[in-house]
């Protein structure tokens, strides 16, 4: 008789995954959570949550032996059958505890794949991935004679930042190493990489079994890199199916989540379209679902909660059961976001009938739209940036890294 009782322990530093959550206990789980006790006064849904237990400071600042000794305490008396990351921030401590405590599922060296874009870089080149020309910037004489034959401009990537956080872009070799030599001891935390101009794309999928069994591509009509670095409004919208770029970036998205070893649960991986070729070069992948309300607009689209399908797959593998994907529906959908003005932004004017979702954050505005017709999706979203520009948008300054992961 197969054991229908689990015991999950989840961990997150920003408050995500409530619909995760649900669904692992209403499969008659026990469902641990660790996170910060910034959080404490979050909306969690803690009827659905056995325990909650808290780590003081946030993400970096945590302790790992403490975070350690934390669990194995909780391991005396109860068996922790999995543990989840539900943050990008959180997959170094889920598989570093996986390590120590000897618990199925990603390690450390699968895990730098899904964190660190150096590894990314060289993993997807090895195994016959496009991507754009990149090298580390540890031994100068690599540095120049990256330099000296791969035209400018270039970009200075944090390895394990996620989004577009703390990049620095550069026009010319003198450029680059004022920025290295400025960067110090962590230069070792970054990698340099020719920038490509082209429209950037992401595929968010669900995988079992080492095969994505669900995936849909999308298009960001302003890339995170913009947004982080001149402001403006953050817009997405699933492509076309069937599309040209529809099947190249899900056949891309294959080749990424089969060399990178991705066995079971969600990703979230962008993708370059180069403007002078045409070609398909990866950017960047996550074991997660994606972040900035993503998830969303693909169920705008689909009908498939990223969420509660990761969770499920992950009680289905734990349980050794069968798991079946829901009826996964051909519709559009599209997202536009911006910082706003106003803390809590009177939208009221934007009524049509295919807005499905408000974004509900303190200074942000933002629309997720549904709609059987991708052109109408394409026509509310140009509609929306510019009435969300003229009334409510407003930029932040980029805060330059002073932590590293």
Known sequence: ??????????????????????????????????????LKESPWPFEYIDE????????????????LF????????????????????DVEKATFLRENLRVAGM?????????????????????????????????????????DNV???????PRSEAS????????????????????????????????????????????LDAKTIFCTVSKYLATP????????IFRSANVPYGSEDDKDIEEANKQVMKAFGMKNGAAHTEFIKGKEDGKIYFLETSSRVGGAHLAEMVEAATDVNLWTEWAKIEDAVAKGKEYKLPKVKKGYAGIVLTLSKYKDPDLSSFDDKEIFFRVPLDYHAGLILRSDKHSKIRE????????????????AEQEKLKKFH
């Open 151 to 157: 035209p400018a401009p270039w970009v200075l990537k």
């Open 225 to 232: 890199m913009e947004i982080s670095q001149g402001g403006g």
């Open 380 to 395: 509310l979203l140009d509609n929306y940036a510019e009435r969300l520009t003229n009334d409510f948008s407003t930029v």
């Open 52 to 67: 909650v237990f808290y780590m003081p400071g946030q993400d970096l600042d945590w302790d790992l032996e403490k975070l």
């Open 164 to 207: 577009a956080h703390g990049i620095i872009k550069v026009y010319d070799k003198d450029s680059l190493w004022q920025n290295i030599h400025e960067l110090g001891d962590n230069r070792v935390r970054y990698l340099v990489e020719q920038f490509k101009p082209g429209d950037v794309y992401h595929a968010d999928s669900l995988n």
């Open 107 to 147: 390690g450390q060296a699968t895990g730098r794949y899904f964190r660190d874009k150096l590894a990314m870089r060289m993993r997807a080149h090895e195994a016959g991935v496009l991507v754009p020309p990149f090298s580390p910037i540890l031994n100068d004489e690599e540095i120049n004679h990256f330099a």
């Open 70 to 89: 934390g669990v194995a305490g909780i391991m005396k008396t109860t068996k922790i059958d999995a543990i989840v990351a539900l943050d990008d921030y």
């Open 1 to 38: 008789m197969k054991d229908n009782h689990k015991t999950f322990l989840c961990i997150s530093n920003y408050f995500k995954g409530s619909a995760f959550l649900i669904s692992l206990k209403k499969a008659g789980n026990t469902v641990f959570l660790i996170t910060t006790e910034k």
